[in-house]
């Protein structure tokens, strides 16, 4: 309120007050977030074993893991297929 009645916009509230005080909770939500991803690719290894019920992630990592040689193309191509979502999620 102190901020508004001295004249700063909405937006200079935002930028000057609330994001500073928010600073913390936004690293530990990108923290949590990369734990929550990784124990749930920890999950998708372990109880999905069967090659059916594999995420694409958990079928990368084991093609990049394998014996035989892996064709870089294929893997590349994997690549990509799993990162489109992400991409058009934070696009949007």
Do not use: C, D
Not at 33 to 53: D, P, W
């Amino acid at each position: 309120e102190a901020a508004i009645i001295v004249g700063a916009s909405n937006w200079g509230v935002f930028v000057r007050i609330l994001l500073p005080l928010s600073r913390p909770l936004v690293v530990y939500m990108a923290v949590t977030s990369f734990a929550g991803t990784f124990s749930e690719f920890i999950f998708a290894q372990t109880v999905l074993r069967t090659e059916a019920k594999q995420t694409l992630a958990v079928g990368l990592f084991n093609m990049a893991n394998t014996q035989t040689p892996t064709e870089f193309t294929v893997f590349a191509a994997g690549s990509v297929h799993v990162s489109i979502p992400v991409v058009v999620i934070f696009i949007i």
